[in-house]
């Protein structure tokens, strides 16, 4: 059974970091895209954030330079390394991993909801 567990979200500042976190159990990440995509109240879900079963990371414009994805193979945990948040990064955040054989088989993970105010 898989499971994509996420961590990390909460209220915090402009400017300030968050570290989102996507523990996964039942999948193997070499045969898996694995990405971070947001959700503000209103709007379309977007992508945020991918890595490919290769290794090769990509950006949404409006978060490069700020937000980094990371994968720890050991721990079976991808990150999101959120830094200089703006309050236009609040959002419902989710995991999402993608089986690169199998196109049609996604998992998602339940979305902590990041907040940026002041």
């Known amino acids: 059974q898989v499971q994509l567990v996420e961590s990390g979200g909460g209220l915090v500042q402009p400017g300030w970091s968050l570290r989102l976190s996507c523990a996964a159990s039942?999948?193997?990440?070499?045969?898996?895209?694995m990405g971070w995509y947001r959700q503000a109240p209103g709007k379309q879900r977007e992508v945020v954030a991918g890595?490919?079963?290769?290794?090769?990371?990509n950006y949404a414009d409006h978060v490069k330079g700020r937000f980094t994805i990371s994968i720890d193979n050991v721990k079976n945990t991808v990150y999101l390394q959120m830094n200089s948040l703006k309050p236009e990064d609040t959002a419902v955040y989710y995991c999402?991993?993608?089986?690169?054989?199998?196109?049609?088989?996604?998992?998602w993970g339940q979305g902590p909801q990041v907040t940026v105010s002041s």
């Open positions: 890595i490919t079963s290769g290794g090769m990371r």
């Open positions: 999402n991993a993608a089986n690169i054989i199998v196109v049609t088989e996604r998992y």
């Open positions: 039942g999948i193997i990440f070499n045969v898996y895209h």
